[in-house]
């Protein structure tokens, strides 16, 4: 899980919290408040939308903290703000989509409502822009809740959502959950499903079953069918054993389970599936199976199975890269976004009956990628030779990247944050082996950099565990890449269970958190310490959700590290399987549930040897984190403050396992900032 946890003691937390938010800090630090302030000017591009003709580029960018479309020509030239607001920063558009025609663009909209949506914001509606024209966009559709992941059928006569009817909340366990009142587990249950609406217009017509929570879906090319991934309500839980299924397009019509991995046999057992992918004849179906921890960061092996049914196949065994997005580019081929050694690459495959193999590598970007669909997903034109996609890096902020398919990267056609320069200091890529394994991770040199001096390092554990760390901007929330601008080396290892070195790496993690992950950690530490003038005794550590749980555990088994920022941790994993609101994705990673094995549990738990930990150690996590619960915070922070441990514990108000309020986002790494100031000074 990259989230933070849920609370269960609603009256603690709300007494503590605001208390908490109100101590006295330290003496603020003029470069730290430089830095809050540098990392506040970033316009987030949040979606890239390239039109199927290869003509029009859209994209979605903020202003004054509100989404924005601007659209321009394919090489980002006459780029111009489009939508229903009188100036941009004022009201939020989202949500792109291009019409098969390349003229027409559906997108989201509250600019023009006078209705009340989730959290007090305004109900967006949808609208569709006639890019020909200087006309006004149209209301196509009036909704009542949350909607998601437009998209056109290809004969463009029907767009197609996600969609929560009467939704109180984001559709998603990163977002704040919701209060824990009634009976719980049966009331207030919000149900997404893919609903249409005519070109033409009218009123959202829901097409899946009630009782089918859908996280993605993907029109056939006869525009008559739709493939989805959904599982029984609750959403926000059920993601892990949740099937694959093909149904016609179409309300009240019997649907066919194509996928189910908790019955099948072979390397898919008990493994989530995203992305499914029609290929272009219909035919078949293919998508991305593997050991996941987080929906919406995808990983593993390619697979494909019949569209009717039938035993898929894994097309990519015993691969050493992490597929994470891919489209076909024809019946023989795939254009597949990968992660390979902490870096995005594109590559083409070969695909046939029974396997896709990798023929050449068209780029490795330079930093994280993505269009805003689907972590590394990337638009392309219809006839797949140009594409569009944001990338940001740890040397550049975010920006718009457009250009022909070829054997290179396209060029940047924005400047959005140009003027944007990095405070900290260079990025470097580093490689160990240990026990068997490669292990990669990213190392950032400490600002102003003094070959002739020794530095404190802060080591930072990535969320999942099934994820990776690449190079990115950072935003003014919880990251270590600022750590480096006050005069820290910062390392960002990618140990097994990380995506990068193949599906084997990813699961190597199972039922051992905390021991084969932290020896590889370790192992980097003492590579990077052989390479640059780190003092081993000003040694940071510092993550959040499983980085959180890391940096809860690695204290009570190594004393090397002398300061400790833990976010939205997991003291005790026996107490924290009845706590959550996602247990299910517990099973795959551990093998049993904790009540059929304990003792797994048990041994990766922190708690079970608090007194072995010695650390100052600040805690911190969103009153309503879903997904690692507020109550594993204060587990963890009770058992500190008994045994005399400096420690501290800040509780965000009405935050869930990402945090959205500004002055939170701010306030959580201006406290970590001062917290390793103090225990770990840099100079």
Known sequence: MLKPCRLLLPLLAAFIAPLALADTRHAADPRIEAL??????????????????????????????????MLADADGKHAHSVGLAAKPGICSESGLAWAPDSRHLAFLSNCASNRAGMGGSKQPDIYVLDVSSQDQPVHLASLNGYADALSWSPDGKTLAFLYVEGATRRASALAASKRAVGEIGVEGIEVQRVATVPAQGGAPQAITPADSHVYEFAWAPDSTRIAYVAAPPP????????????????????????????????????????????????????????????????????????????????????????????????????????????????????????????????????????????????????????????????????????????????????????????????????????????????????????????????????????????????????????FSTLGYFVFMPNPRGSYGQGEAFVQANRKDFGYGDLRDTLAGVDAVEKKVPVDDHRLGLTGWSYGGFMSMFAPTQTQRFRAVVAGAGIANWQSYYGENEIDKWMIPFFGASVYDDPAVYAKSSAINFIKKVKTPTLIVVGERDAECPAPQSFEYWHALRTLGVPTSLVVYPGEGHHFYQPEHQRDVLQRALNWFEKYLPPQ
Do not use: C
């Open 36 to 69: 809050l302030t540098q990392l506040g000017k970033v316009r987030a591009i949040h979606e890239v939308a390239l039109s199927p003709d290869g003509r029009h580029l859209a994209w979605v960018v903020e202003t004054q903290d509100k989404p924005g479309i």
């Open 235 to 482: 959403g926000d839980n059920n993601w892990w054993i949740a099937q694959l299924y093909v149904q016609a397009a179409q309300p009240n019509t019997a649907r066919t389970a194509v996928v189910d991995p908790n019955t099948v046999s072979g390397s898919l057992h008990g493994l989530q599936i995203a992305l499914p992918r029609w290929s272009p004849d219909g035919s078949r179906i293919a998508f991305i199976g593997g050991l996941m921890s987080d929906q919406g960061f995808t990983g593993g092996d390619l697979y494909a199975v019949a569209a009717a049914g039938g035993a898929p196949v894994d097309l990519t065994p015993g691969i050493h890269v992490t597929p994470s997005w891919f489209t076909w580019q024809s019946p023989q081929s795939l254009l597949v976004d990968q992660i390979s050694n902490g870096q995005a690459q594109l590559a083409e495959y070969a695909i046939d009956a029974k396997h896709a193999q990798q023929q050449r590598v068209l780029f490795t970007a330079a930093g994280y990628i993505d269009d805003g669909t689907a972590v590394l997903g990337l638009s392309f034109s219809a006839d797949h030779r140009q594409l569009a996609f944001m990338q940001t890096s740890f040397d550049a902020a975010p920006e718009v990247y457009a250009g022909a398919l070829s054997n290179g990267m396209p060029a940047a056609v924005t400047a959005i944050n140009a003027e944007l320069k990095p405070s900290w200091g260079k990025a470097e890529s580093v490689e160990w082996d240990n026990e068997g394994f490669h292990v990669q991770g990213w190392l950032l040199y400490p600002a102003h950099y003094d070959p002739s001096k020794r530095y404190p390092m802060i080591v930072n554990i990535h969320g999942g565990p099934s994820a990776a760390v690449l190079p990115r901007w950072p935003s003014v929330g919880y990251g270590a890449v600022p």
